[in-house]
């Protein structure tokens, strides 16, 4: 059984979409709209759970009727894409947000031999070592990865920004083993939620998800990583 911070979607046009997804004949260009796709569709249920709205003032509409405008909660909101592949969702879920938001990037790699990650890149805002808080960590940030194998990288991310000072984490991916699902949400239980498209049960002997996707990165960007 899956941990209670663990949401898997049951959206059938998602499942769909997944089943289309995992083809070999699917192209680079199906397979980024698909990503793109299926990040828009498990964006909606993830920020409907995880946002709510407030009262930003008043306004009129184009009759000249007042009406009274809303945004959301909270509203320090960050994005931030696991590179490579993170970025084909990146756009998906900043088009669902009202307002723009700053978009931070984790560059992290899994070792071949170890299969454990290895930061290459961290661009978050941190504040000189003698502030009291860092006040430039956003309240929410939406984490980004399409694929959660191991868990090792996810559980890096988690810790990385869970260090910068955020309160909330919701992490968004297509595709999840069921071992590394555990291992990621039970790297913050009570600050993370993870909201994933479909399951599998187990990963192989390189750390890659069977019966899976492939390496979405490679297929999304036609270049091959470390």
Known sequence: MLPSNIHVSSHPCLQAKVS???SQSTSTRETRSLVHEIATILGVEALAAGLTTASSGKDKTPLGIEYETQTIEPANVA??????SGLGMTDAI??????SVPIYHLGLFRDKFTLQPVEYYNN???LRADSPTNG???SLAVLLD?????????EAAIHLLREWGVQRIIMLSVLGSEPGLHRAAESWPEGVELWVAAVDKQCDERGMIVPGVGDIGDRLFIAHGK
């Open 20 to 22: 289309q997804l995992r």
């Open 79 to 84: 994005l931030v894409p696991i590179l490579r």
């Open 94 to 99: 900043n088009d669902l947000l009202p307002t």
């Open 124 to 126: 978050l805002p941190f």
């Open 136 to 138: 430039s960590a956003a």
């Open 146 to 154: 399409p694929i959660i194998a191991t868990g090792a990288t996810a």
